[in-house]
């Protein structure tokens, strides 16, 4: 993996951290919201774009290391491939190879 490539990578599980921190404030008002606020797990690194999403679609989309929501149109065709679309979001998959393998290593859930 390239350099461009590794540096978008860290952004990416930073930002999955950092959501895994926003579902865990978010649980404990489940009673009160169905939805919840997370950001953008994109590679570019100034993007901070909310997403709201519910818990067991956040869930969902952790099932899978190599997944990563996203806004529409901040996919990375080269490295990773549309797996769904929901309302304002997208979740892209990680392709095989060096993206995948760097999304499964850094899952904060391994």
Same mark, same amino acid.
């Given at each position: 993996m390239d350099e461009q490539g590794k540096r978008i990578g #860290?952004? #990416?599980a930073a930002? $999955?951290?950092a959501n895994e921190r926003l579902r865990d404030i978010a649980e404990g008002f489940s009673v009160?919201?169905?939805k919840a606020q997370f950001v953008c797990e994109c590679g570019a690194t100034g993007c901070m774009e909310p997403i709201e999403l519910s818990l067991d679609e =956040? #869930? $969902?989309v952790r099932s899978d290391p190599k997944w990563f929501v996203i806004k529409p149109g901040h996919e990375t065709g080269a490295v990773e491939r549309v797996v769904w679309e929901g309302d304002g =979001?997208?979740?892209v998959e990680k392709l095989p190879g060096g993206p995948a393998g760097a999304a499964i290593k850094e899952d904060p859930r391994s």
């Open positions: #860290e952004n #990416e930002f $999955r951290k009160v919201t169905q =956040y #869930e $969902r =979001y997208m979740v």
